[in-house]
């Protein structure tokens, strides 16, 4: 199973960017699909989490900026980060919780990161 996320980039404040991130691999199903920040000199933080039926809960940080969403069919997760602030600089990383088959554990893979930067 690998997880590709994609999407990052150097934007202005007040900008947006959409984040992706791609599940692919021996999967038989996905729980929750969730993107964490690293931000330099600092530990990884949750962002937002999306459970497979839909449900979300959000960093008080992104509250009211960012969305996250997914597309079951396509193993896809998403992030729509609005009004983008110098604070949200950092490594975006998406992890999922998967089974890769019916009877295995739930396992929790992550992606490689992308580089979100926003200027002042």
């Known amino acids: 199973v690998q997880l590709q996320a994609s999407g990052g980039g150097l934007v202005q404040a007040g900008g947006s960017l959409r984040l992706s991130c791609v599940a692919s691999?021996?999967?038989?199903?996905?729980?929750?699909m969730g993107w964490y920040r690293q931000a330099p000199g600092k530990q990884r933080e949750l962002v937002a989490v999306?459970?497979?039926?839909?449900?979300?809960n959000y960093a008080d940080s992104a509250k009211g900026r960012f969305t996250i969403s997914r597309d079951n069919a396509k193993n896809t997760v998403f992030l729509q980060m609005n009004a983008l602030e110098p604070e949200d600089t950092g490594v975006y990383y998406c992890n999922a919780d998967i089974k890769r088959s019916r009877y295995a554990v739930w396992n929790t893979y992550w992606g490689q990161g992308t580089l979100v930067t926003v200027s002042s």
């Open positions: 691999g021996s999967i038989f199903s996905i729980n929750d």
């Open positions: 999306i459970r497979s039926a839909g449900g979300t």
